[in-house]
Structures are given as C-alpha cells and as structure tokens.
C-alpha cells in the first residue's frame, strides 16, 4: 500500500459526493468517484488492485449498493478489499443483509467527519494487513496438500500470522482461508492467553498501543509457559483446524453475528469475517478457549 489511502467512492447523490470530496482531500488520501455501480465495476475491472477500500452507497440506479458487493465477492480480484456501506438508515436486518453480502463497515447519512475518516482508516488498516497475509501465504509451502495431519504450538503475534500463512495453503481458496485463520489465531493469543478484553483492544487501537501491549504481556511470568495449540487434520473429503488455547474462554455467542451496537467499533469483526468468508463452518466449544474452523475440499466455502 503507497503512503496514500486509495478510496474508490461511488456515490449516486451530487450533494454528498460533494461533501465526501471536501472531507478526503486531505493528502492522506486519494480518491476516485463513480456515480453508481456499474461505473464503479467498470474502474475495479480494469485495476482492482489500486484500491485499499471501497466508500459504497446502498442506494443506486442502474446497479445498486448490494449488487455490487456481490460482484466483488464473487471476483477473486476484489473480494478482499474492504467495503463501507454507507446508508441513510441502518435497521438490524439491512444491516444483517449488508454483511451476509460482505460489508463488515458501516457509516451513516448525514455523515460525521471524524466518525467517517475513523472508518475509513480502519478499514485501510484492515485492507494493508490482508495485503501483508497474502504476501505470507505466497512465501508458505505449498507440500501441504500432502498433509494430512500435524500440530503445532505458538506464543506471539507473528508466529499466529507466519502459521495460518503455511496452513492456508493446503486449503482449495488459500487467499480467504489465510484471513479467518489468522483472525482465530491472533485472537487465542491476545483475548485467549493474554487476556486482553474487547473493551481494552477497543482502546488500545484508538491509542495504538495494541502491539506493545500484547508484547508487554508476552513477558509477564503468569504468561510464560501460555501457549496456543493447534492441530490439522485432513479427512473425509475436509480440512479441519482445532485451535485451542491456555486461556479462561470467552462469551463467543456475542461475536458469531453482528450486534448493531458494536458495527461502528473499529474491531471485533474477526470472528464474524472468518464464519461467513473464510470457513465452511466455525464451532466453539465449553466456555469458547476451544474452536474448531472446517474446510471443505470440494470447493470454496459456502
């Protein structure tokens, strides 16, 4: 990602396309505009890869907000790059119906300046981070479709990344699974074995202290001998990743679907991501330090 911010906006209203350029010109971010979305697939056809985040209107002629969502996810050129669905009301189903077609970002009309760049850095940050785990995934081995089971065992941040870099690639779509699996990995060992609550990360993010905490913590003696497990296994006609963790659990029922209360924070959508875009299926189990993520080898997941 260059040092600027590439937002593709489409945008149908003359008015708020005008209010969305005054708020980008700041030279952290470079913006392009289409007034709706077959203009907008006609950019993300010609060069997907320009774009760090999409600023998209649910309501368009000619091809409306969601019709394009879908386009994109079903396009492996662009189905990673992160969506902002921007609407003038958000109820709980349109809300539910734009992250099943695969907008985990929302801004609301009229917009607020601060809420809609904290937005769209977040979403940048997201984008640079699944940029830096398909650049991972691209350095795994690809001997791994000769697996058919193993464990491993880690402690740190970069070794949760480095791991779901190697093991995605004994997966059918390597460039989706690498994300959910590296979304389950980091979480045992910062919410799992660290500790760290939803509320503090919220925190932390805001103040960019997350890493240095996660660090700092890693030294602590309670923490030492803390470890994430993980075992792969290959059978009948699937991949399964048992991932389990030294940790007290957590209430994961709270993070399977979205809670609108929680749609605007800038995190705690790994779970969710990962259920609906990386795995065949996601289960928990006893009091959530256990999670078992399934891959089918017939195909993508569903």
């Known amino acids: 990602m260059s040092d600027r911010t590439r937002v593709l906006v489409v945008e149908d209203n003359e008015y708020d396309r005008a209010l969305l350029e005054v708020h980008l010109r700041d030279d952290e971010f470079a913006a392009d505009y289409a007034n709706d979305g077959v203009e907008a697939w006609g950019r993300l056809d010609e060069r997907a890869d320009q774009y760090d985040v999409v600023l998209l209107d649910r309501t368009m002629p000619r091809m409306n907000g969601l019709e394009l969502l879908g386009r994109m996810k079903r396009d492996p050129r662009c189905r990673t790059i992160p969506v902002i669905l921007q609407t003038a009301c958000v109820g709980r189903e349109e809300m539910i119906e734009g992250i099943r077609a695969g907008a985990y970002y929302y801004l609301t009309k009229p917009y607020d300046r601060d809420v809609l760049l904290s937005v769209i850095r977040t979403a940048a940050a997201d984008s640079h981070e699944i940029r830096e785990l398909q650049k991972r995934l691209k350095r795994g081995l690809n001997v791994l479709s000769l697996l058919s089971e193993a464990r491993f065992a880690i402690r740190t941040l970069d070794e949760a990344r480095d791991l779901a870099g190697v093991l995605a690639n004994a997966c059918p779509d390597p460039e989706t699974a690498v994300i959910g699996l590296t979304e389950l990995l980091v979480n045992a060992v910062e919410h799992g074995n660290l500790g760290i609550t939803y509320e503090e990360k919220s925190i932390l993010r805001n103040c960019h202290d997350w890493e240095a905490e996660v660090l700092r913590r890693l030294e602590l003696a309670e923490n030492a001998a803390k470890k994430v497990e993980v075992y792969f296994e290959r ?68």
């Open 235 to 302: 059978r009948n006609g699937e991949i399964h990743f048992h991932i389990r963790d030294d940790g007290n659990g957590f209430e994961w029922r709270r993070y399977l679907d979205i809670d609108p209360r929680r749609a605007f924070d800038t995190h705690g959508r790994g779970i969710l991501l990962a259920r609906h875009f990386s795995f065949s299926a996601l289960e928990y189990r006893g009091r959530g330090n256990e999670v078992t993520a399934t891959v089918s080898l017939a195909g993508a997941p569903a």
